[in-house]
């Protein structure tokens, strides 16, 4: 059940946009995504829920396609605070329990 | 409002020894998890309470792991005997019990068995 993240990891520059996808075998009901510094607690960024929603947080992004059990977080002109880790968890829609389950993570660095 | 409290921050124990890890979530958080991480992954769900009662303890090695929530608040986590693979970061986190509450983590107790 867990989804499935890529790229693993990704370099930029400032600047630079960045893509990250998060894919799941099993329908979901929500998607979560957080981001983590090193040596810190994941970092909450924002909850998509079925039905293809899409929400922004200043220049970071994410939307949610339903029928492709995916979702992806867009990252426009990164800036250096954006490096660090970022997963995202999913709940699966058959059981609507809370659980959350996260991915790998994508390790993403920005350079000046 | 006050976040996540996790003790301790560090945690150095040889093998076969135990172990106990506190959390204390934010305040009227009805659902409390904790998660392994370890070093290089995402987080891994040991297990799940809604209020005092357990909702999902799945992925929890119950010959060694153990945990309580209780009264609904506070919650503990006990590791006996400890392995070498238990060397990782315990995250708490808790949400409101309510449609797509985000997660709070706290800070985190990082376990090193040596």
């Known amino acids: 059940q867990q989804p499935v993240q890529s790229p693993q990891a990704v370099i930029l520059r400032e600047g630079e946009d960045a893509v990250i996808n998060c894919s799941s075998s099993?329908?979901?009901?929500?998607v979560h995504w957080y981001r983590q510094k090193h040596g810190e607690a994941p970092v909450f960024l924002m909850i998509?829920?079925?039905?293809?929603e899409q929400k922004g947080h200043e220049k970071i992004s994410a939307s949610f396609n339903e029928k492709k059990q995916q979702s992806s977080l867009y990252l426009t002109a990164s800036q250096l605070s954006y490096s660090g880790t970022y997963f995202c968890?999913?709940?699966?829609?058959?059981?609507?329990?809370?659980?959350?389950?996260f991915g790998k993570g994508t390790r993403l660095h920005i350079l000046p | 409002e006050a976040g996540v409290a996790q003790s301790p921050r560090y945690k150095i124990i040889e093998k076969r020894q135990s172990v106990a890890f506190w959390c204390n979530p934010i305040?009227?958080?009805?659902?409390l998890y904790w998660y392994q991480q370890i070093l290089g992954q995402g987080p891994k769900l040991l297990i799940q309470?809604?209020?005092?009662?357990?909702?999902?303890d799945s992925q929890l090695p119950k010959d060694r792991f153990s945990a309580e929530r209780l009264k609904g608040v506070d919650s503990t986590l006990k590791i006996q005997p400890a392995k070498l693979e238990d060397s990782a970061v315990y995250l708490c986190?808790?949400?409101?019990?309510?449609?797509?509450?985000?997660?709070?983590f706290g800070n985190g107790t990082r376990l090193t068995v040596t």
């Open positions: 986190a808790s949400s409101l019990k309510t449609a797509n509450s985000p997660l709070h």
């Open positions: 099993k329908a979901l009901y929500s």
């Open positions: 998509l829920l079925k039905g293809g």
């Open positions: 968890g999913t709940e699966i829609d058959v059981n609507r329990d809370d659980k959350i389950i």
């Open positions: 305040s009227g958080h009805a659902t």
């Open positions: 309470f809604q209020n005092n009662g357990v909702v999902d």
